[in-house]
């Protein structure tokens, strides 16, 4: 399924110095996922990090925004 980004999640993405394929990796294999609504909460440990995606799906995959978890 493909994969956009809003604005919101690109700056997020850049500022916090993360990688895009951090993000689909996560979205892909999730280690845990929760739903509320139309909105998917997915997290994966990748790399030494936890990485925490919010996106909707509807034609395609929506990421809202992305973040690090701090250990």
């Known amino acids: ?6 604005s ?7 500022r916090r110095k993360l990688e895009k394929v951090w993000v ?3 979205i892909k294999s999730p280690d845990i996922t929760k739903k ?3 909105k998917f909460y997915v997290i994966k440990k990748l790399n030494g990090l936890v990485i925490k995606v919010i996106y909707v799906k509807v034609k395609y ?4 925004t992305v973040f690090e978890i701090r250990k």
Not at 61 to 64: E, Q, S, Y
Request: charged share 35%.
């Open 36 to 38: 509320e609504g139309n």
């Open 8 to 14: 919101h999640a690109k700056i997020q993405i850049e």
């Open 61 to 64: 995959i929506k990421v809202i």
């Open 24 to 26: 689909e990796e996560t």
């Open 1 to 6: 399924m493909e994969i956009r980004y809003t």
